[in-house]
């Protein structure tokens, strides 16, 4: 389907007449959004139904991808980029009188996501679409995502993102595929001429109403679906209260109903054991898996069928109640027996792992639990059984470990276990990440079933983090490469044969130089700080964590303040950035936050150090200022402690826009590492082992401040009250007595790290070849390939014709 300039202008005149009554001249900016957004959706909606007659033509195998997150961004531009409509669409704006870069800034972000798993599973729908799979999310529609921060004298304060009054444009009701989704109550079991029958009494009913959002593949016709469910009472009001008289208590139940889809919550890799968070992560999947199954259904009338025909991916632990619920609807909806259900439920299911980290390990209650989804605990409890006994049976030298390996024990539900028990795949995300699964947190298992743990590298869709958000960079890569790249991130990799030539450098030089401009000018007008674009931007962004140690940048800043000021050191001018938002009730992480805002206002305002030094903490970290902060970005900080960052993805965007690493041997940084070469990456720190030694040796950060002299002054600077008269015992306590992730240990190689860059940084051509290379090697990393590495190893899926 392709559609000429002219059809596109006749169908925006007709939409802004139809929905606003004003002729399109005369409409507003905000009228105007609404009927670019409208005419693409509709582009999308009939290009969706092409789509699924392919697959149902075909008979397709499909792919589900189970998130409780999807931390898709804005979609205008990248809809318009997919269907190649983009300088249409802006000519015939400006032909209106306006502007389609103000039309942009108009759509907020769906922000339904934390971080790096939800961002993830975003890029990797992009790229099932993109490569034509037949490929479904499924999450929830929260009527407010990950909350909008803002600092106030450093503090961070969470306000409500309230994006669907500008954003919910793009969703499609679907009331016609509505469920029903089970909770509280009993269970009774009966016998009745078909052998025994559970049934679940007296519980609360909710409704679930799906609700689309189109992604556009690009250079296809395909068209793929983010179905988010929202929650909605089944009896709007309760009429046995209402009657009653009680309307308080009719709406009360109403409300209890909606609240599930109320909003995100906003942790990240750690735990949040609440019962709302367990309601909506059964809503979901129950939701998701009704549809699923009714659909097959109806195109086979059978499910024996199911697992040749769908996969579903359980992105983390958050949807692992797939497992129990699945087993629920083949026995009890469609009277499968165990055995059946069990092999039909284990061949459908596969899981992917995103943290090593015990804290974010999901466990429940076995009290809450059981009464909040009864039916569901009893075949968790027969699973867990069974389970055990095969343990005990067949592998007599794990009889004694059982209890580690179990689904139930001490008294909670461990969802990591039940996944891996019962999924037929489970996955790491990088390299080092499926290692140590491997070796260390599932080692019994893999023993247990040798062959299950595989690895897939995590990638970004290089499309939205390279073509759409640096235009520049694209274009100069498009005249030197051809433009293969953006369907083939590995063609990337032909830029190398500019390795050595100074005349590309000194482009890529002004590219970077145009890109850091419009930050500095969006630093100017947030922050009121002046940055000097020609200073080297170092960037740290990412999800605000004690284990991702801002903490060890944020000191090295301290220490070559210091240094300047007291020493009279010169130094290479440099701009830091942080961008990172904390989880609401994390108090080390809002005190880092603190630390450095803090830091920051010391150092900006220092006559003589804030010539050569900014600090810059951007409030609102998210994909949409991600998407100006990665071009301008020219060192990338990866600096968390070996062996705790799964992958990371933010390392490969930075990479990607030709900032060069600087990082410790953790996630996809090893991989990173041997790609583009140790000459074209900063690394320090520990390595994993390394790590694991000193903690078998005792860690004792104290010991280090007393040896180390530099460390010493820091930590004695902060605790004077230098920085602005807080002396933040939090933070020097902190490191002092435990320093659980080993800032003081690593800083010394950290320090000579951020030398050897800054001197590399110095010497252009230098730095022009690293920044080349660190572009070429970055095809790798595309999720492109992560997607084909999924559909061909795990999912065993084909493109649609
Ligand atoms: C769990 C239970 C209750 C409430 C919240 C949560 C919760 C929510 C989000 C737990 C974890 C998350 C997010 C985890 C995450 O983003 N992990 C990151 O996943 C990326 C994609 O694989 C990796 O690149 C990162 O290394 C990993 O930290």
């Not at 034509?132 to 921060?149: P, V």
């Not at 961070?156 to 993102?161: A, G, K, N």
């Not at 369907?487 to 100074?502: M, V």
């Not at 990082?663 to 720190?685: P, Q």
Request: glycine share 8%.
């Amino acid at each position: 389907m392709v559609i000429s300039k002219q059809e596109l202008s006749a169908l925006i005149e007709k939409r802004v007449k139809q929905e606003f009554s004003v002729s399109v001249k005369d409409a507003n900016d905000r009228q105007m959004y609404q009927a670019v957004i409208g005419v693409v959706r509709d582009i999308l909606q009939q290009k969706r139904a092409e789509t699924v007659a392919r697959i149902d033509e075909q008979d397709a195998k499909q792919v589900y991808y189970m998130s409780m997150e999807f931390l898709v961004g804005r979609s205008l531009k990248n809809n318009l980029y997919n269907l190649g409509l983009e300088e249409d669409m802006k000519n015939i704006v400006a032909d209106n009188g306006k502007n389609l870069n103000v039309l942009y800034e108009m759509e907020p972000d769906a922000g339904l996501g934390n971080g790096g798993l939800g961002r993830l599973a975003a890029c990797y729908l992009d790229s099932l679409a993109a490569q034509d799979y037949a490929a479904t999310g499924f999450s929830i529609r929260y009527e407010f995502g990950i909350f909008k921060q803002v600092i106030l004298d450093g503090w961070q304060m969470e306000f409500p993102d309230n994006w669907l009054e500008m954003g919910g444009a793009w969703l499609l009701p679907r009331p016609d595929e509505a469920q029903e989704v089970f909770f509280d109550g009993e269970i009774e079991e009966i016998w009745s001429k078909d052998g025994l029958k559970t049934v679940h009494k007296n519980y609360d009913k909710v409704r679930a109403i799906p609700y689309d959002l189109l992604i556009s593949g690009y250079g296809t016709d395909n068209v793929g679906v983010l179905r988010l469910w929202g929650a909605k009472s089944s009896n709007e009001f309760d009429m046995g209260s209402f009657s009653r008289g009680d309307y308080l208590k009719s709406v009360e139940s109403a409300a209890k109903a909606e609240a599930i889809s109320k909003v995100l919550y906003p942790a990240d890799d750690h735990l949040e054991g609440k019962n709302l968070r367990l309601r909506q992560q059964y809503f979901f999947v129950s939701a998701s898996l009704k549809n699923i199954v009714q659909n097959h259904f109806a195109k086979y009338k059978t499910l024996d069928n199911l697992a040749d025909k769908n996969v579903i991916h359980i992105n983390d632990t958050h949807p692992s109640l797939c497992v129990p619920e699945l087993m629920r609807i083949l026995m009890d909806d469609y009277n499968y027996t165990w055995d059946k259900a069990w092999d039909i439920t284990t061949k459908t299911l596969a899981y992917t792992n995103h943290t090593v980290m015990s804290e974010a390990l999901e466990v429940w209650s076995i009290d809450l639990f059981s009464a909040r989804l009864p039916r569901i605990f009893s075949i968790i409890k027969e699973i867990n059984k069974r389970f055990c006994e095969g343990v005990y049976q067949n592998h007599p030298d794990k009889r004694n470990i059982i209890d580690k390996i179990a689904v139930l024990s001490g008294g909670m539900v461990h969802m990591a276990n039940l996944c891996v028990a019962c999924c037929y795949s489970v996955n790491g995300v990088s390299g080092l990440h499926s290692d140590i699964l491997k070796r260390d947190l599932f080692s019994d298992y893999n023993d247990i079933f040798p062959g299950k743990l595989t690895n897939v590298t995590n990638g970004i869709v290089h499309r939205r983090w390279l073509c759409q958000s640096n235009p520049a960079l694209t274009e100069l890569l498009t005249e030197l490469i051809g433009d293969g790249f953006k369907t083939d991130g590995a063609k990337l990799e032909d830029f190398l044969k500019y390795k050595d030539d100074a005349t590309i450098y000194a482009r890529l030089e002004e590219i970077k130089l145009q890109n850091k401009q419009r930050l500095a000018e969006y630093i100017r007008t947030k922050n009121g700080i002046n940055v000097d674009p020609a200073s080297l931007f170092d960037v740290q962004a990412k999800r605000l964590h004690e284990y991702k140690r801002q903490l060890l940048n944020a000191l090295h800043i301290y220490d070559l303040y210091r240094r300047v000021k007291y020493k009279g050191e010169v130094i290479q001018p440099q701009t830091f950035i942080f961008g990172a938002k904390a989880s609401a009730g994390y108090f080390m992480a809002k005190e880092i936050i603190r630390f450095i805002c803090a830091l920051g206002n010391l150092i900006n305002n220092d006559p003589v150090v804030g010539k050569y030094l900014k600090v810059v903490f951007l409030a609102d970290y998210k994909v949409s200022i991600a998407e100006m902060l990665m071009p301008a970005a020219e060192a990338s900080e990866q600096i968390s402690l070996a062996g705790k960052e799964a992958s990371g993805t933010g390392n490969m965007k930075f990479m990607i826009n030709g900032a060069v690493t600087i990082g410790t041997l953790d996630g996809a940084n090893v991989e990173i590492s041997e790609r583009v070469g140790k000459d074209n990456i900063f690394l320090f720190g520990m390595t994993t082992p390394e790590v694991e030694a000193q903690r078998t040796a005792g860690y004792y950060p104290r010991g280090i401040y007393q040896a180390d002299d530099g460390i010493r002054e820091l930590l004695d600077g902060i605790s004077s009250g230098e920085i602005g008269g807080n002396k933040f015992e939090n933070i020097v306590q902190y490191l002092l007595g435990s320093d659980p992730y080993m800032v003081l240990k690593d800083f010394a190689s950290y320090k000579q790290a951020q030398k050897d860059l800054t001197s590399a940084y110095a010497d252009k051509n230098r730095w022009g070849s690293m920044s080349l290379v660190n572009i070429a090697k970055a095809g790798f990393f595309a999720s492109d390939r992560a997607i084909k590495e999924y559909a061909d190893n795990i999912w065993h899926i084909d493109p649609i014709k």
